[in-house]
């Protein structure tokens, strides 16, 4: 008996999620190199390795050394920092010694970036590709500006490889998704052309996010992507459910909670913010859901309790000290709060959080 609240993993259902985008992605002629920051976890990103990803995604430097530590379990051999970096002379350091462990490759936006970069690691074994904005305007360079970013990083003596983005705007209700997809597949081939004018070849030509890889098929994005990284995918969580990316059953990540007051359409859980994660969407009907009551909605979070309610006060509602599983909004936070997940395997394995606080 574990104490509440933690977060578990149904791995039947993890299973089928890998194999599914595995195999989606193998049937479109693109490379999977999944986003490993949602799960941080060895045995998931082995699992991904081993249907076939060509490596991992991260999103920091110590997140790169977490997984590169963990070879024995991962067989990790590649792996992209999906940032635009702005190194100092000891981050510098560490991806130099990340480069004499793994295949490394790093981002780079600007001008000014890539010749700082350059000054630092210029003719290293590190690939680096130039990260372009497709809508979310974050980070990233104007897509027609990719191969003047490119060529500073050249000069420099980087080894420019390609373009990414991000379509993190993604993430929304009714035609979000596709019209994300789109716009990545124009920013990523008007970036690439912008490359091929300097003479670079852009032969990676990286996309694709949980919420738009449903759309990579697509015969006006053929020969765009050459990879996808999406992070979310082996888990899934609330918001993947209600943008319509996966249904309740694609879910594979809980939080195992306890019924603390129960009364008529409503009961609070010792499951708060910290162990769901606080983030909640403007367009999210909750701070979470139920895995087992659909319609049930978290609509008061603090840091240990969720209060939850129902459509009516008629509807049944657990009882006090029930166990109930709780869906979190962002899956990436949920894990992040915990120094392991439980397998429920056969032997309820406990799989350790490596890259947890590896923000730096």
């Known amino acids: 008996m574990i104490d509440t609240p933690y977060l578990e993993v149904d791995v039947d259902r993890l299973t089928h999620n890998l194999t599914s985008l595995a195999d989606r992605a193998r049937s479109t002629g693109v490379d999977v190199r999944p986003h490993a920051k949602t799960h ?5 990103a082995r699992m991904q390795l081993d249907l076939g990803a060509v490596g991992l995604t991260v999103a920091t430097i110590g997140e790169a050394e977490a997984f590169a530590d963990a070879a024995e379990i991962t067989a990790c051999t590649d792996v992209f920092i999906a940032y635009p970096i702005w190194a100092t002379s000891t981050k510098a350091a560490r991806l130099r010694a990340l480069a004499d462990r793994v295949s490394l490759r790093v981002g780079i936006d600007s001008v000014e970036g890539a ?3 350059g000054s630092l690691l210029g ?12 809508g979310q305007h974050r980070t990233g360079a104007a897509p027609e500006q990719a191969g003047d970013v490119a060529a500073a990083g050249a000069a420099a003596g980087l080894d420019i490889v390609g373009v990414f983005t991000f379509p993190g705007h993604g993430y929304g209700v009714g035609d979000t998704r596709r019209r ?13 052309q912008s490359l091929r004018a300097q003479g670079i070849d852009p032969r990676v030509r990286s996309g694709g996010s949980t919420p738009t890889v449903d759309f990579v098929g697509d015969p006006s994005h053929a020969g765009v992507l050459t990879e996808i990284r999406p992070g979310v995918y082996p888990l899934n969580d609330a918001q993947q459910v209600e943008i319509g990316t996966c249904g309740f059953d694609d879910v594979a990540l809980t939080a195992v909670a306890t019924v603390v007051r129960s009364e008529p359409g409503r009961i609070v859980v010792d499951a708060g913010s910290k162990i769901l994660g606080a983030d909640r969407a403007a367009w999210a009907t909750g701070h979470g859901r139920l895995l087992d009551h659909p319609e049930a909605r978290v609509v008061q ?5 969720a ?11 657990p009882r006090l000290g029930d166990v109930i599983r709780v869906v979190p909004n962002h899956v990436c936070n949920a894990v992040n709060l915990v120094d392991e997940l439980v397998a429920i395997d056969g032997s309820d394995s406990r799989w350790p959080v490596i890259a947890r606080g590896r923000n730096s």
């Not at 124009?186 to 690439?192: N, P, S």
């Open 40 to 44: 941080k976890c060895a045995e998931i």
């Open 301 to 305: 979070l603090s840091e240990h309790h």
């Open 307 to 317: 209060v939850v309610e129902f459509p009516t006060e008629s509807t049944p509602v």
């Open 123 to 134: 003719e290293q074994r590190i690939e680096v590709v130039v990260e372009v904005d497709s």
């Open 180 to 192: 994300a997809a789109e716009q990545e597949v124009a920013a990523l081939r008007t970036a690439a």
């Open 115 to 117: 010749r700082h970069l």
